[in-house]
């Protein structure tokens, strides 16, 4: 088989037959002995929760956790529009937006009442540099907070933003806890649907569901083979994510067992540095996108849990670009391009390309560097633990790297990700993209007032960033869902939140 053919048949029977056979193994003789069901919903995860202020969380289960433990002034609907949560909004002027809280959510787990005097609290305390909050650029704007009543209060901002109300997503935390000092990051104590109950260990975390005391533990299990053996077992219940496809096939077809898939916002992209020289050339990041075909990559490898994507949001959002395209599949005209600027197969293009140590993603190099190699581009492979590989990425040691944007809802992701003045340390612009076509496009949307206005720029700076390629736009993953029987009522969400545990429902 010719390496650019690596994804024209079917996944391997052997693959398949080795991970039945795994699974078969870690399962063993004792698959009738499952442990007596209790009356906690143990929730299967890939990585561990690091902290529970949702001022300093940024990975993705830490955030996941605190959307539970928190309520915020803004939520978000499905098309990525914010939406009343503890309260409403009025804009008085371009810089000036009064918040009215609303009468529910508003009781902190230790049964005191949440005011407007803790809302300032928590944007002065993220806006404290002492605090050094990773999020504290987003409401880098407000001038001024002022406190009109307990249920009420007025902010300030240094220059007008439209979008200055999806910013206010961050889970209010007690004015009290912050003054006093407490730990929040080990003790929470929010107004959402749960509260910690323990945390005896990194990869054990359980919470209390406050309505009706049901309990929900967290257990970390890095290998997805041994988390579905756990599911299979009965030791979790629940599983979401950071399956392979072919565990998910397998799941499919055990019994006492659901699963449930949905598309998804999480976007998968291939990065360039631009400040090396070998991939400043517009052409050579042609060349790459359009040697790589996704609709194989995602049939084969992914069995069809995904969909193609030309643009960071997805069609469906308010500010998405649904009128383009993902870059056609055209070895040919890959190695027309690259034979123009002299590479060829006595000279091809060598390139470095970085990925974390997960197995499946270390498939997802395997043959991406396959289909390369067929218009002449060498890719070498660099593998790395997770933090050593993100630090090399924030850091800008990499050529190419692979990446996902998680659980994206607002269009000002596009300023931290590809303004010329959010380049790391001051934002996520890793490739080093500097255009200021793309600069102006930014700053003219922070002007304009109205959806309509806003979201055709934003559909512009989409279309030129599909044109200058500082990303290869990958694909949109789908969400999967494997619970056991006697589990109900949870619903999945597009960008893989646990919101579902609010109203799931465990008969054990």
């Known amino acids: 088989m010719r390496a650019g053919s690596v994804l024209q048949t079917p996944l391997p029977l052997l693959l398949r037959l080795v991970v039945g056979l795994s699974l078969l193994w870690l399962l063993g003789c004792e698959v009738g002995q499952e442990p007596e069901p209790d009356a906690v919903v143990h929730f299967g995860i890939a990585n561990s929760a690091r902290t529970l202020d949702p001022r300093l969380a940024t990975d993705a289960t830490s955030e ?31 810089r000036r937006y009064r918040v009215t ?88 104590l929010g107004s959402g649907d749960f509260v910690l109950e323990a945390w005896p260990e990194s990869g054990r975390l359980r919470l209390r ?62 990065g360039f540095n631009l400040d090396d020289p070998l991939l400043q050339p517009l052409a050579v990041r042609q060349a790459i996108a359009e040697g790589i075909d996704r609709q194989a990559i995602l049939h084969y490898l992914f069995q069809d849990l995904g969909r193609p994507a030309a643009a960071l949001l997805v069609p469906e959002h308010w500010a998405g670009a649904p009128e383009l395209t993902p870059v056609r599949y055209d070895p040919a005209r890959a190695r027309q391009r690259l034979a123009a600027l002299g590479y060829g197969p006595q000279r091809p293009l060598r390139l470095n390309y970085k990925t974390s140590s997960d197995p499946f993603w270390l498939r997802v190099a395997s043959v991406l560097q396959a289909q390369l190699a067929q218009v002449g581009v060498e890719l070498r492979i660099h593998s790395y633990d997770w933090g050593t590989f993100f630090g090399d990425i924030k850091a800008g040691r990499f050529q190419l790297y692979s990446l996902t944007w998680v659980g994206v809802r607002s269009p000002d992701i596009f300023r ?13 612009n890793r490739g ?27 559909r512009a700076l989409q279309a030129l960033l599909l044109r200058e390629l500082p990303y290869v736009p990958l694909w949109y993953e789908d969400q999967v869902l494997a619970r056991r029987q006697g589990l109900s009522g949870y619903t999945l969400a597009a960008d893989g939140a646990y919101g579902g545990l609010s109203t799931v429902e465990w008969r054990p």
């Not at 209010?172 to 929470?188: H, M, W, Y």
């Not at 931290?416 to 996520?428: L, N, Q, R, T």
């Open 64 to 94: 996941r956790i605190n959307d539970l433990l928190y309520r915020a002034l803004v939520k978000f609907d499905g098309n990525g529009r914010p939406v009343p949560d503890l309260a409403q909004w009025q804009q008085l002027s371009a």
């Open 101 to 188: 809280l609303g009468t529910t959510g508003r009781r902190f787990s230790d049964g005191s009442w949440l005011t407007a005097q803790d809302v300032a609290a928590t944007y002065r305390s993220l806006l404290d540099p002492a605090t050094g909050s990773p999020h504290a650029s987003q409401v880098e704007l407000i001038e001024q907070l002022r406190v009109l009543d307990d249920d009420r209060l007025e902010f300030e901002l240094k220059r007008p933003d439209p979008l200055f109300t999806s910013y206010l997503g961050l889970g209010i935390l007690p004015a009290a806890a912050l003054a006093a000092g407490r730990d929040l990051a080990r003790r929470p």
């Open 209 to 270: 569901r406050r309505r009706d005391e049901l309990r929900v533990e967290f257990v970390t299990v890095k290998d997805p083979s041994v988390r579905v053996m756990k599911l299979l077992r009965g030791e979790i219940q629940l599983l979401q994510n950071n399956l392979a496809p072919e565990l998910v096939g397998f799941l499919r077809q055990q019994s006492g067992v659901t699963v449930e898939t949905r598309s998804g916002v999480n976007f998968s992209y291939l």
């Open 416 to 428: 931290y990700a590809f303004h010329s003045e959010s380049i790391p340390p001051h934002g996520a």
């Open 432 to 458: 080093r993209f500097r255009n200021a076509q793309a600069d102006a496009l930014l700053e003219r949307a922070r002007e304009v007032s109205g959806i309509p206005s806003q979201a055709a720029l934003y």
